[in-house]
């Protein structure tokens, strides 16, 4: 199949007119692709009639493919470079060999007026071959050493202008400019490949560099600039063996001194209080009457700057240099000025942003000397300092691993000051928690409970973060909540979308299908490193309650298993477990409830109701199992009445007697007794006596014990009481005897 797909490519090549090509270079590539085995197999392997056809038309592809980048047309050129770089990605070695001609006509592209689609791809197949001739000695020898200085040097004409010095060449970057950034990348990816052939241009680059990074005449996009940075910290890879280390240490050395020189101007609105470590650094004290500004090229031969904004700019670029040559590769083993990096940081942290702008509020002290404007004005740009030094301290810790653990509780320090002045800025916030999401798997396990208290803000911080905010809450919980209200503003201020909650709608659907920010993915793998590397009696119950709650809210599962793992310790003495509110499953509170369902659960209600009172009935319609237990010295006499087993019993006052109750609220009282009260298939009289106490069990008396109505007496009483707040009245029960009728008090 794929030596038909091969005759199918070369027969629409040679047969399409050149004018329709560039439509069918995404098929053509794709298919070149597919027969990725045929065209990457030896050559000493094919032997056979087929092989021997397929050979006859993979050279038919390659005389093509040179035969389309010489020509006229634009179409064509374009669409072989797409070839090229497919066909080379597919054969590789097999294709690559013999490839210097279409080569040079690739470099030579680079010189001719095509558009800026056709160089920028011609740009990429170049890097891309030559990436893979690495690998091979002798296509090195045939096709990189003889062709990758003419691609330097197109390429560097592409994006700037030779300038000839008494010290050598210069470049002078071009404005506006569409391929700076291809350029620096395809350089980037391959200094340290091809160190002796970039070693000639290293003096033209870093002039190049030095003023793409420095420049404020000129605007460079950001991924320009860092792209500019990473290969400016390369460039010490292109001295030779024996002065590799000493080149690394001189640039970082001069990066760091740089640093100190621009930061004696950015900070000229304050009075530091820092003091270095190293006797050797010198402060040149800024002049106070200009305007904010240096005199000329830094250690690092950056161009100078002049601006407060543009100040900033060069200290975030220069710590970024400095973070890059701690994370670049170096040709050689070199050692880290740890001490200088952390001096620096701790230089620039010292100042933060005070709360109001009060110095008193912060410890600062002002200049004088200064404006409040330009005060005012560092005050805002203080967070892209500090984020810049919390990257720069993130690397340190990730570079160095478990051997910054001497330098970990310096670093904490730092960060934690600075989240203290400045956690109103959402970056800082992120920067400060992926410093400490690397540091704390470092050094939790032996950490201070004073270090870990103070992480608590921090933590907190985080919990917010991850939680939703306040007002999406709470338009959740009232979606179109009063829609018929009358705005102020009149007929004239109305929304129509606030009545339809669209917005919210949206907002919702964006939450679900967007992943997690940057800030969030550090919060939740700072909380994770709390959980997992942190001793659990260290973290205070009320920050590990409020850090437990946020995770499950949020549901994020890795901080969930961590803390499982890693539960609290039971306390020594009696605590309080918090735990999360109970969440009410009411019927009335779901969505949807079905009006059948709804029905005949009333019905079933009403028949248990029903069934409910002859038990009742029947309850009180028992016999006294329980034996009446009475001390002989308290027996009655034969002629009193047996007094009645009562929940509370009163006894009657002689002084005061309670009036006698209304004949009609006794009858009220009677006819809501019989309502509440259902009698038995047989009823009986209120005041008929229960079944008789067997002889063996009670003592003998003359009147029968009334136990039936006294219990449902107390019972309704008791009812009464609840419903109405009214106290029953007193009930005369006449005793069924001949002997003198005794009032029997029977109040519930």
């Not at 071959?129 to 200085?149: D, K, S």
């Not at 949206?506 to 679900?512: E, I």
């Not at 709804?598 to 028949?607: A, I, L, R």
Request: aromatic letters at 4%; hydrophobic letters at 35%.
């Amino acid at each position: 199949m794929t030596s038909a797909t091969l005759r199918a490519i070369t027969h629409r090549l040679t047969t399409t007119p050149v004018e329709q090509l560039p439509s069918k270079a995404s098929l053509l590539a794709t298919s070149l692709n597919d027969c990725a085995a045929l065209l990457s197999a030896p050559q000493a392997q094919k032997s056979g009639k087929s092989d021997n056809e397929n050979a006859v038309q993979i050279h038919k592809l390659k005389t093509r493919l040179a035969s389309l980048l010489q020509d006229r047309s634009i179409e064509g050129r374009w669409t072989a470079v797409v070839l090229v770089k497919a066909a080379v990605e597919a054969g590789q070695w097999e294709i690559l060999r013999g490839y210097e001609p279409i080569v040079r006509s690739l470099i030579g592209i680079l010189a001719k007026p095509d558009p800026i689609s056709t160089r920028k791809m011609c740009i990429i197949t170049l890097t891309r071959i030559f990436h893979l001739t690495y690998q091979y000695p002798t296509l090195v020898r045939e096709i990189t050493t003889p062709q990758l200085p003419g691609f330097i040097t197109a390429a560097l004409n592409l994006v700037s202008t030779a300038t000839k010095t008494s010290s050598g060449s210069t470049r002078k970057s071009k404005p506006n400019t569409p391929f700076m950034e291809i350029v620096l990348h395809a350089l980037l990816e391959l200094i340290p490949r091809h160190i002796t052939i970039f070693r000639p241009f290293s003096s033209q680059l870093r002039s190049l560099l030095q003023e793409v990074i420095g420049s404020s005449s000129v605007y460079f996009p950001s991924q320009v600039v860092q792209a500019a940075e990473q290969l400016l910290v390369s460039l010490h890879k292109c001295a030779p063996k024996d002065q590799a280390t000493t080149g690394w240490k001189d640039d970082c050395k001069s990066t760091i001194l740089a640093i100190h020189q621009t930061t004696d101007n950015v900070y000229r609105a304050v009075v530091e209080q820092w003091e270095s470590v190293d006797g050797n650094l010198t402060h040149a004290r800024p002049n106070c009457s200009q305007e904010i500004s240096s005199e000329g090229p830094d250690s690092l031969g950056l161009p100078a700057w002049q601006g407060l904004h543009a100040g900033v700019d060069r200290l975030v670029a220069l710590l970024e240099i400095l973070s890059g040559f701690l994370s670049t590769p170096s040709a050689a083993a070199v050692a880290l000025p740890l001490g200088a990096i952390l001096d620096v940081t701790s230089r620039l942290t010292s100042v933060t942003v005070p709360l109001n702008g009060e110095p008193s509020q912060s410890g600062i002290q002002f200049n004088k000397e200064i404006s409040r404007d330009e005060r005012e004005g560092l005050w805002m740009e203080l967070p892209r300092i500090h984020v810049a030094c919390m990257g720069l301290l993130s690397n340190v810790v990730g570079v160095l691993g478990t051997s910054a653990t001497s330098v970990t509780q310096t670093v904490l320090e730092q960060a934690v000051w600075t989240f203290k002045g400045e956690n109103f800025n959402t970056d800082l916030r992120s920067a400060v928690y992926g410093l400490l999401r690397s540091l704390v798997p470092l050094n939790g396990p032996a950490m201070a409970k004073e270090s870990v208290v103070s992480l608590t803000n921090v933590v907190r911080s985080c919990c917010h973060d991850l939680l939703p905010p306040v007002e999406s809450s709470n338009q959740a919980a009232n979606p179109g909540s009063d829609p018929k209200a009358k705005p102020k503003g009149g007929y004239g201020a109305n929304n129509a979308d606030a009545f339809l909650n669209i917005e919210l709608q949206k907002s919702r659907q964006t939450q679900v299908s967007s992943p997690l920010l940057d800030l969030q993915q550090n919060a939740s793998g700072l909380l994770q490193a709390i959980l997992v590397s942190i001793p659990a009696e260290l973290v205070p119950p009320s920050v590990r309650a409020e850090i437990d709650r946020t995770i499950i809210l949020t549901t994020d599962k890795e901080p969930m298993l961590a803390s499982v793992l890693n539960p609290v310790p039971a306390a020594k003495g009696p605590r309080r477990r918090l735990q999360m509110p109970v969440l009410m499953t009411a019927p009335e509170l779901d969505a949807y409830i079905d009006e059948d369902e709804e029905e005949v659960e009333d019905e079933e209600m009403v028949d248990d109701a029903y069934k409910a009172a002859p038990k009742t009935a029947d309850f009180l319609k028992q016999p006294v199992s329980m034996p009446i237990h009475v001390p002989q010295a308290e027996q009655p006499k034969a002629a009193d009445p047996v007094p009645t087993f009562q929940k509370r019993t009163y006894t009657e006052e002689s002084t005061t007697q309670e009036p006698a109750p209304k004949k009609q609220d006794v009858q009220d009282k009677k006819t809501r007794f019989e309502e509440l009260v259902p009698t038995a298939s047989t009823p009986q009289p209120f005041s008929q006596p229960a079944p008789s106490i067997t002889q063996s069990e009670a003592p003998k008396v003359s009147a029968p014990v009334s136990t039936t109505s006294t219990t449902v007496t107390t019972q309704v009483t008791e009812e009464e009481e609840d419903d109405s707040g009214d106290e029953m009245p007193t009930l005369n029960v006449d005793s069924d005897t001949d002997e003198e009728d005794d009032d029997v008090t029977m109040d519930g």
